[in-house]
């Protein structure tokens, strides 16, 4: 069996950091209970390396960041995911006297500070983002003058307004499905400045699968979490070029029924996926 190994796939370097951060305040307060609010990253393997060493996930759909907060002992230390916060619930943190690891991203943090930049100066944001993800939540907790959208439907439903306008995203989206809403958005409102701020781990992983011949790659692999956002995103961009694509969690994932039908797969990664995944993936086509 043929076997491509897309690159680039696999950790950015804000992940990297996130980590980085994490296992460093484990060394740092081995006295303390160490609480983490959300998943780190979206990596189910990585959050529990991290409960393995003692940290107390918590992480509730049904509960917002601050209801999560509300369940931390005082004085104790509180990592942030590196999807961002909401600064209300960083500010709670403070008033409890909690040890605070901010893993978020330098990119969200990127968009966080332009947002507030357009904030300052009384325009309207409009943030293309998906319902409910961590990243969203919290950037779109910033203002009152924030409007999300998430699909063309959201857009027919913004009202008109006096204000500027500014438009940006979350940073893990489709390029193409971005490009559609923004698209639609500057033909209701022309005169409205767009900051597409899709990452450029996000954008390069997603150009490299656009790269692909489908006459060459019969089947993509995404290696990848299921709530991670930009992996699941690689998986749809495979399929608008006419690649089959599937997202596994691990080489235990794959049908070997199925594979037998193809005779050349490529291998990709989200973000969030440790190399051990994506190489034990790798090892087994090869070895097929």
Same mark, same amino acid.
């Given at each position: 069996?043929?076997?491509?190994?897309? %690159?680039?796939?696999?950790?950015?370097?804000?992940?990297?950091?996130?980590?980085?951060?994490?296992?460093?305040?484990?060394? !740092?307060?081995?006295? &303390?209970?160490?609480?983490?609010?959300?998943?780190?990253?979206?990596? @189910?393997?990585?959050?529990?390396?991290?409960?393995?060493?003692?940290?107390?996930?918590? !992480?509730?759909?049904?509960? /917002?960041?601050? @209801?999560?907060?509300?369940?931390?002992?005082?004085?104790?230390?509180?990592?942030?995911?590196?999807?961002?916060?909401? #600064?209300?619930?960083?500010?709670? *943190?403070?008033?409890?006297?909690?040890?605070?690891?901010?893993?978020?991203?330098?990119?969200?943090?990127? %968009?966080?500070?332009?947002?507030?930049?357009?904030? +300052?100066? &009384?325009?309207?944001?409009?943030?293309?983002?998906?319902? &409910?993800? #961590?990243?969203?939540?919290?950037?779109?907790?910033?203002?009152?003058?924030? +409007?999300?959208?998430?699909?063309?439907?959201?857009?027919?439903?913004?009202? /008109?307004?006096?204000?500027?306008?500014?438009? /940006?995203?979350?940073?893990?989206?489709?390029?193409? !499905?971005?490009?559609?809403?923004?698209d639609k958005i500057k033909s209701k409102f022309p005169e409205a400045v767009f900051k597409n701020d899709l990452c450029d781990a996000t954008l390069e992983r997603q150009e490299a699968?656009?790269?692909?011949?489908?006459?060459?790659?019969?089947?993509?692999?995404?290696?990848? @979490?299921?709530? +991670?956002?930009?992996?699941?995103?690689?998986?749809?961009? *495979?399929?608008?070029?006419?690649?089959? *694509?599937?997202?596994?969690? +691990?080489?235990?994932?794959?049908?070997? @029924?199925?594979?037998?039908?193809?005779?050349?797969?490529?291998?990709?990664?989200?973000?969030? %996926?440790?190399?051990?995944?994506?190489?034990?993936?790798?090892?087994?086509?090869?070895?097929?």
């Amino acid at each position: 069996m043929k076997v491509i190994r897309v %690159t680039p796939r696999g950790f950015c370097l804000g992940v990297v950091k996130s980590i980085k951060l994490a296992k460093q305040a484990i060394k !740092d307060y081995p006295e &303390n209970k160490i609480y983490m609010i959300g998943k780190i990253v979206h990596n @189910d393997k990585i959050v529990q390396e991290f409960r393995d060493l003692g940290v107390i996930l918590l !992480d509730d759909s049904k509960k /917002t960041r601050m @209801d999560l907060l509300n369940e931390v002992e005082a004085n104790q230390v509180v990592i942030f995911s590196a999807h961002g916060t909401d #600064p209300k619930v960083i500010e709670e *943190a403070k008033n409890k006297n909690l040890i605070i690891i901010d893993t978020k991203c330098e990119w969200v943090l990127k %968009t966080e500070d332009l947002i507030n930049e357009f904030l +300052s100066k &009384n325009w309207k944001i409009i943030f293309i983002g998906k319902q &409910n993800h #961590p990243e969203t939540i919290a950037l779109t907790s910033l203002s009152k003058k924030i +409007s999300l959208v998430t699909c063309d439907e959201d857009i027919d439903n913004l009202p /008109t307004t006096s204000l500027k306008i500014m438009v /940006t995203n979350q940073t893990t989206l489709s390029k193409i !499905d971005t490009k559609k809403l923004y698209d639609k958005i500057k033909s209701k409102f022309p005169e409205a400045v767009f900051k597409n701020d899709l990452c450029d781990a996000t954008l390069e992983r997603q150009e490299a699968v656009l790269r692909l011949n489908p006459n060459d790659v019969e089947l993509l692999f995404v290696v990848g @979490d299921k709530s +991670s956002n930009n992996s699941n995103k690689l998986v749809e961009i *495979a399929k608008t070029i006419g690649i089959d *694509a599937i997202l596994i969690q +691990s080489k235990e994932d794959i049908n070997k @029924d199925i594979l037998k039908k193809y005779k050349s797969v490529a291998v990709t990664a989200g973000a969030s %996926t440790p190399s051990i995944l994506q190489l034990s993936v790798i090892k087994f086509l090869e070895e097929f």
